[in-house]
């Protein structure tokens, strides 16, 4: 057994491996080297797919059937012509676990495509990017993005979406309609503190076990949603901070959950100079700051939304990369932490696969 942690960077994407015991990381690298990286994804079987962006070039997706040992061309991911859009970067790419072969790409501006042989070719979900209401959605600090998604392994025609700065949508028809699913989320920043849409999801997550509960980290506080969706529950209580970026949960046991706060949409790095991950073990009623390993001084950090993952063995493991290009990691569910890689370039993107 091998453990990949997939690492995309603002400067190429990385591959640490190592066996079980998770002591020891090989880390090879840079694919793409000095373009973008976005993200990594494991997409099923041995393939591996890249979303990367060239400074001269734009966009692109590579993937690889070797674990990253060599990468080809996948599919070019571009809107049809007389859409009067393009694509301005691929935020992620998922398998949708409920059918072999076909993946989801996220990508800015705020536009979702899906491919249905693995990559080969990608069509565009009109019905998403034509919302009624997308004359509300407005970019965030990183652009107008699809940045998450979720399956209900219950509901095949069920999916979720986060898109900043545009908020949650559901579709129970396989992505033919949408509807907003923002009911208790704030947007502080509009007139409107609670409206339809235009809340700014950071990062959403749904629950392993149950798909009914879903988490967000917002731009205005952490959030969890007990009925799909429909309505969200501010979870924020107990944290030093209502901002900040990334979110996680395990995948044996989604009741537990991480977040990062920072101090604020203004300042966007971690409080008082300490590095705090916190973790709940009962879907966010309360928190604990986790400390053992990590900076408690002189730390003055940014992880994207993105850049935390866990996996799935039976002692956890929880990933942390930094815009520092600190790579930590934790093999004990968060209790203790040490530095795995220093001074890689920013990291965009982390995501681990048991092969």
Known sequence: MKVLLLIGTRKGGFIATSDAA???????GPFLKGCEVNHIAHVGGG????????????????????????????????????????????????????????????????ALFVSDDGGGEW???????????????????????????????????RLIVGVSAAGAFRSDDGGASWTPKNAGVRADFLPDKFPAVGQCVHHMEMHPQRPEVLYQQNHCG????????????????????????PFATLPHDGDTVFVIPEESDQARMTADARFGIYRSRNRGESWERLTNGLPQSGAYLNVMRMAMTTDPLDAPGVYVGTQGGHLLASRDGGDSWQVVFNWLPPVYSLETAVV
């Open 22 to 28: 998770r002591a020891n990381w090989t880390l090879t």
């Open 123 to 157: 069509r565009e979900i009109e019905s998403l990017t034509n919302h009624p209401t997308r004359a509300n959605w407005f970019p965030g600090a990183g652009g107008l993005m699809v940045h998450s998604i979720g399956f209900d392994a219950s509901r095949p025609s």
């Open 222 to 245: 952490v959030y969890r949603s007990d009925d799909g969706g429909d309505s969200w529950n501010d979870i924020s209580n107990g944290l030093p901070s209502r901002f900040g970026f």
């Open 47 to 110: 393939r591996l797919m890249m979303a990367g962006k060239s400074a001269w070039f734009g966009p692109a997706l590579q993937v690889s059937d070797d674990d990253g040992a060599n990468w080809r061309d996948a599919g070019a991911i571009r809107f049809a012509e007389g859409r009067d859009h393009s694509v301005e970067r691929i935020w992620f790419v998922r398998s949708d676990p409920r059918v072999p072969g076909r993946l989801y790409a996220g990508v800015d501006p705020g």
